[in-house]
């Protein structure tokens, strides 16, 4: 199976910027729907979806040497080190042969958002915010039921002040830059859906 060499130089520097794909940064708190919505968002208007959790707990079971740290970062709902989640992402999206990401769950902090620039050259075209009240996002997370190890309730509390403390100036960050679309999460997951398709929809293709 000899390697095909492409005369493309669309991975000089390992940089994914020359591809120039569009990335939306997927965020909002622990269980407010995130990758609900992005399974939704995948289905109809073609983007690939790229959870940041996903993609560490898969590193986990992979057994790779970053393995054990993860896995205890995220069982105290602590954020995993920039370079380790950015390589992940970086891999994710050069494998891929979209050229539309959602990216789930990342960046959570500003040193996060910071690095992911400096190191993709990627502007996201604009951030999904996924607002809920915390009741609602504990209810939903201590009922999902899939094993997760942070789904209990001390490390649940944690995730939330990590969320409160680290992640929302990421949000405020992006909100003085006008790229904010907030979305009011704390509906049924179809009317979510209608909120969140109104943004991916074209505007000469709604119906006025
Ligand atoms: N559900 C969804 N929508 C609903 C609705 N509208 N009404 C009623 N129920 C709804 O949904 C959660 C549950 O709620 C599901 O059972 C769903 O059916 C139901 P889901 O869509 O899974 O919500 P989501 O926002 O994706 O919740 P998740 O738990 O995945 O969010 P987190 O942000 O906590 O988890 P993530 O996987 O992104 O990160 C986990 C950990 O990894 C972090 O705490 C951190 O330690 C680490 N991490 C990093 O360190 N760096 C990163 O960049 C990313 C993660
Ligand atoms: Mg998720």
Redesign the pocket.
Known sequence: MGSVVKSTNKEVNGSVAVKNPTVVFVL?G????????CANIVEHFGYTHL????L?RAEIKSGSENGTMIQN??KE????PSEV?IKLLQRAMQENGNDKFLI???P?NEE?RAAFEEVTKIEPAFVLF?DCPEEEMER??L??NQGRE?DNIETIRK?FK?FLESSLPVIEHYTAREKVRKID?G???EE?FESVKALFTPKDEKAD
């Open positions: 909002g622990p269980g407010s729907g995130k990758g609900t919505q959870s940041a959790g996903d560490l970062m995220i709902g602590k954020i995993v989640t789930d769950g990342f959570r996060n996924f939903r997370l009922s999902r942070d995730r990590v999460a509906r049924p997951v979510v």
